[in-house]
Every structure is written in C-alpha cells, then in structure tokens.
C-alpha cells in the first residue's frame, strides 16, 4: 500500500504541535483507512485537543488496519519521500531499498472519533488583524501547569480579547465570539490562519479549513476577571501622561540590559525621573557594581515631577507589543498601574499594556 506524504509535510507545524508526548504513540497519528482519515491525539484523554487530516493512499486486496503511529517519527520518514509503502504484515515503512520499523500500535477496537461530529458546519473566519491580536494576547499568559488557569487562558468577552499573567494585562477592543481559550488554541488559529473557518460546539472550539479540523476545548470552567469595574480602570486610566519615541526607548532598554541582567535584587528594575520643567525622561539602571544613566526626549508630557521604578522585562514587553511609532504611558504618582498605548496619527490604538510601577 502506498502512502501519499503531502498532505503531512504541509500540516507537519500543525501535527507537531498537536502531539501528546506523555502519551507516546496514543498521542500521535491514528490511520483510519476506512474514511482515509489521519487524526491526531485521538486516543487520549476527551478533553485534550485534536485534530483530524484526509490522507490519499492506493493499495489493492483487503484494506489495512488502522492503527497508531508517534508524530515525530512518521514525520521525519515523511519529510524524505513524497510516498511511503506500507507493509501491514510486518507493520513496517519502506521506500526503493529503505526500510523503517518504528513502533505502531494497531488497537483492538474501534477508536471514538465522534467528536468530530458537529451538527453544523463552522461560518465564522479569522481576520489577519484578529490573528496577530491574539499572537499579542498569548505573551501575556503562561505555560506553567501548577499556575492558576485565569493565567494560562485568553478571554474573549464579545467586546474585547484580553490576558493577564503576573501582575501585568493585555486587553484589546475586538469584536469576537465569547470564549475561553487555553494555551493550544491561539497557537493552532495562528498556524491554521485566517482561511480557516470555527464555530462553538458543547464546549469546543472547532476549527476548519481545506484539509484539517481540529476540536480545542473552551475552557469553560475558568471564570473571567472582571477588569472593566470602575475601581480597577481608575487604577491605570489616569489623565496624567507621558509621550516617548518607541524606537528610542527600545535602543535604551536594549542598552541597559547588559546592565538590569546582572541586578542582584529579584526585580530588573529601570528608575524614572523627571524634574520640573525639563523636557526629557531619565532611565537609570544601577546594581552594586554600575550606575548607567540615559536620557530620552519627551514626545509630549503634562507631569511636571516624576521619581518610579518599573520592571524592565514588563517595559520591554509592552514596547514591542506597541506597533506605534510613538508609546504613551498613563501614569500617576498615587496610583500602583501604568497603561501603555501606542499613538500613530496622533490617535491611540485599541489595544493596551497595564502593569505595576514601584515607588
């Protein structure tokens, strides 16, 4: 039986991505000749992602059985060749004179694959725009698997897509359906793009284009905080502002890094100062060894004093989330929140960084 590649090596970013490790070959490529379907991750737990890819092959006589082999390995056999014989007696690979006996698994029975049984097909598309929010959003989560789940999960309300993890908050006004997404699935939206189509069935995200589908689990269970109550948006929407050069503060932050790195206090800290009627910000760094001051212009400013620590690596995050030309940032000496926007065409964006200042 012969095997066709193509579609594999062109959904190998995918397949990858998709395969279960801890669960070894379970977690890998389950072949389904019937329906000449390959799917991915399917025997293993039912909350876990999955997804699905039609295959071609040709064989005469009796049809194989299906059965189970590990990404990886079936992958790197795929990359070499643009077909791959199959031998199901002695459950091998071979191409010309090659042969590859890695590890398969042909189950006993029929493996569940009516999850991918949805009642209509998806409608819904991914805007370019959408997708490189969301890319935005997921810097601002965590992979940890002992952290709370609120970290490690994008929110869409409906009105607005946001993420927050370790005292720092990315919020974008867009519109999208509600749902709560896990650390999978703005990774498998990014790969699949905006020709794929999603829709929401009994607490999945169901994503589909020419070839694939793939089922990613709302998490559903995972309250969203409430961050549009008045008492948290006074907290960082201050009248109070300042104005800098993106590119300016990026070659600085760049700069001092060498610097903040070798800090011995657990928080990179970079120390803000402005005195009165000047015209430019100071940014120091200091450990016990050196004490590097720069100074950057201030694009437009109404705060006459200013004296605050911010975290370094937070800063650095924030300005290159910032698209912007020039960066604002809100802030207020009695409050504990900074909110970071861009300004191009003297207009803010609609998204917006929020993290903690130290005083």
């Known amino acids: 039986m012969i095997i066709k590649t193509k579609v594999f090596n062109e959904n190998a970013k995918l397949i990858n991505h998709l395969w279960n490790k801890s669960e070894g070959v379970y977690g890998g490529i389950y072949f389904d000749f019937s329906n000449k379907m390959a799917y991915l991750n399917i025997g293993t737990n039912k909350n876990d992602v999955k997804g699905k890819a039609r295959f071609s092959f040709e064989f005469s006589g009796d049809s194989p059985k299906n059965f189970f082999v590990e990404s990886s390995k079936f992958l790197s056999l795929a990359s070499l060749y643009d077909e791959l014989n199959y031998d199901s007696k002695q459950e091998c690979f071979f191409h010309g004179k090659d042969k590859f006996k890695i590890e398969f698994i042909v189950p006993t ?69 509600e749902m709560k997404m896990g650390n999978s699935s703005y990774e498998i939206i990014s790969i699949l793009g905006n020709d794929s189509k999603f829709g929401f069935y009994d607490n999945f995200i169901f994503i589909k284009n020419d070839c694939t589908e793939v089922m990613i689990p709302n998490n559903s269970a995972v309250e969203a905080p409430p961050i549009d109550t008045d008492n948290f948006v006074q907290s960082y929407h201050h009248n109070t502002y300042f104005t800098l050069g993106k590119d300016e503060l990026q070659e600085i932050i760049k700069f001092l890094e060498i610097y903040y790195k070798e800090n011995e206090s657990k928080n990179n800290t970079l120390h803000f100062m402005k005195d009165v009627e000047e015209n430019e910000l100071k940014i120091e760094s200091t450990t016990t060894k050196d004490s590097i001051l720069r100074t950057i212009g201030l694009i437009d400013s109404n705060i006459d004093t200013m004296d605050f620590y911010v975290d370094a690596l937070k800063l650095k995050l924030a300005a290159s989330i910032i698209e912007s030309p020039f960066i604002k940032f809100r802030w207020c000496s009695d409050k504990y929140g900074i909110e970071v926007t861009g300004i191009e065409d003297e207009t803010e964006t609609d998204y917006h960084v929020i993290f903690s200042y130290m005083k």
């Open 109 to 177: 029975d029929e493996v569940d694959t009516s999850i991918f049984d949805i009642p209509t097909e998806p409608e819904n598309s991914f805007s370019d725009d959408q997708i490189k929010i969301l890319n935005k959003a997921k810097h601002f989560t965590t992979q940890v698997p002992e952290a709370n789940p609120v970290f490690k999960t994008i929110f869409s309300t409906g009105q607005s897509i946001f993420s927050m993890f370790d005292n720092q908050l990315f919020e974008c006004k867009v519109s999208l359906p």
